[in-house]
């Protein structure tokens, strides 16, 4: 990999392009983009509902506060933003079925969607309702920088960091920025504010803790804070990005490609990149689970197999390849991240969904052998490629089947259709609230028509709505 150096006016031309970007510019695809994957996000929230660590997190956050400004959507009660904005990010990345930029190997709206709320919680408190289109505009600059960010910083992940919680900081600042209305100087400050605030890395996944829900929240509450004190004219470092003590240097090792964070910024976009995830768990499981379910097509069962070896990524291996340990402690993070046992659970029941990843099912008897699988990285595999995998079995009946595959379901080359996206939100929003399906429905075509709203607010209230099964207001 070449070593690169940046522009030493890198942030001031983020902050300029990001700043000067209005509804107007912004192509009728990404809008509706925006769309799909905040209604996504707004299910994958609902399904958090009884998810570990969320019920024990709504009441540190609100043991120290009273009534608020924002919505924590999980119970409905009240705090300042940067509080709702942790709580909402935390709740969209519990279940770790929220959308991914597979290339950058980031997760964008549990960040940024988080932050862009609060902010406009924010704003309708202090008299100013930003409309649905001013929303779309916010989400869309916070989403396209931080696919830019993950791209240039290609080898975060493989460093240590978790990317999404470190590089989110900045996104959701430039999101929660443009629903402020801060003019260039002060989001390049809120952007060099966040960086200050900077932090998370993989070894909450090695431990399996709970943490790992978290940290899309603190990325999502730093930018909304970063934001709210540039507002107020607190000033951050400007060389943020190309410092001698900045990202690049200190956290990426001078690792990067700078290029692509300002190259074609608001012309051309890495929104269209992402991908939406059709199983409740880790990126780089889900093509060893389409390779179980290929295998059980194929009539093979768990009590057909002798051995199993899953080849993946280097990258994918460290992140997913420990051996499935069915008396973990932190049974749910620790099957979210283990490929084998996404494999034996998608081999033994024919689906993955948020059941999969339950207590209950995860230390049931019938997936015990998912500890005899192994995972290794293959050499013919680029290793931070995020999609293919492979898997060898040897069968008890003699019988070697190898099956691989190189593309992964919800990405661009074969993403979700827009009736399983519609269906995947009904089922979270049901598992997470049981809610009436005239509300959902009602949420459903508020983000979907979010562009003719007049005030954004109107998602936070039809969100409530489902969860306390009332009409809206």
Known sequence: MTNHTASPAIGEAIASALAGLAYDRLPPDVVRTVKLFTLDTLGVIAGAAKAPGMAELLSALTAWEGEGTATLLLDGRRANPATAALANGAAAHSLDFDDQHDPARVHVF???????????????SAGRRPTGREMITAVAVGVELFCRLGLACYNSLGKGWHPTTALGTIAAAAAASKIFGLNAGKTLHAMGLAFVQLSGTTQFIADG????????????????????LARHGLTGPHRFLEGDAGLFKLYERGEVTPEILSEGLGRSWRVRDLSMKPYPCCRCVHTTIQLAL?????????????????????????????????AHPNPVVHAQFNAAYGFAAALTDGTVDIATYTPARIRSGDLAFASRLETIAAPDIEPTAIAPARVRLELVDGRAVTLERWAMKGAPDDPMTDEEVFAKFRACVDWGFAADPEAVDGLLRSVMHLDEVADAGDVVRRFLACRAGAPVA
């Open 294 to 326: 290929d295998a059980r097509a194929q009539g093979i069962a768990g009590t057909d197999i002798r051995r199993a070896t899953i080849e993946l990524g280097e990258v994918n291996r460290k992140i997913v390849g420990v051996r499935f340990d069915g």
């Open 110 to 124: 549990c960040v940024v969607l988080p932050a862009v709320l609060a902010a406009v919680e924010a704003e309708a």
């Open 209 to 228: 803790a709970l943490a790992k829900r978290v940290g899309p929240g603190f990325a999502a509450r730093s930018g909304v804070l970063a934001a709210h």
